[in-house]
């Protein structure tokens, strides 16, 4: 006698156990898939509102700078510059090879002042000849439209003098 075995119950409870292992699978890669998809939504969304700060940030900027470039440029047109300010760099150029060529063997400067178009110098002689020699030097000099003798006094065998040169403003 043979028996027989019937293997469709085996069978259908295997196809079962993989069919609910196989929905298992799917819901989890569905569940995980949404995840993802939820995830990058907000991973976008929060990049879109950081790009929107940021160029909040540069318009402020941009704003500021230009506020900031024009109060320089009033700033600019209101601003008086005091005289000395005023020379061209060639005069101060000339007026500098000038002094370095002053004839003191006999004496030396002590100041130097320049304000409002006016040269102060200060300074100490020997010899009254050698002062005179300076004077004539400093009258030929065409970069000064005036020089006067502010001060002169003799002190122990030396002259001390202040002149006062005026520097023309058509230079």
């Known amino acids: 006698m043979t028996k027989i075995i019937n293997l469709l119950p085996w069978r259908e409870k295997s196809a079962k156990r993989r069919l609910k292992h196989m929905s298992l699978q799917l819901i989890v890669l569905i569940l995980l898939t949404s995840i993802?998809?939820?995830y990058c939504f907000?991973?976008?969304?929060?990049?879109e509102q950081q790009t929107l700060i940021q160029r909040a940030k540069q318009e402020q900027i941009r704003l500021e700078q230009q506020a900031l470039s024009q109060?320089?440029?009033?700033?600019?047109?209101?601003?008086?510059l005091p005289d000395?300010?005023?020379?061209?760099?060639?005069?101060?150029?000339?007026m500098l090879n000038m002094l370095s060529s002053l004839p003191l063997e006999q004496g030396e400067l002590t100041s130097l002042q320049l304000d409002n178009q006016v040269l102060l110098l200060q300074g100490q002689m020997e010899k009254q000849q050698a002062f005179e020699q300076l004077h004539q030097y400093l009258?030929?000099?065409?970069l000064f439209s005036r020089v006067?003798?502010?001060e002169m006094r003799s002190e122990s065998a030396q002259i001390v003098f202040e002149m006062a040169l005026t520097i023309n403003k058509a230079s």
Request: charged content about 15%; glycine content about 2%; proline content about 3%.
């Open 71 to 80: 109060r320089i440029q009033h700033l600019q047109q209101h601003m008086v």
């Open 36 to 38: 993802g998809y939820v």
């Open 84 to 94: 000395t300010a005023r020379l061209a760099t060639a005069d101060v150029l000339t």
């Open 42 to 47: 907000e991973q976008q969304a929060l990049l």
């Open 148 to 150: 006067e003798l502010a």
């Open 139 to 142: 009258l030929a000099q065409p």
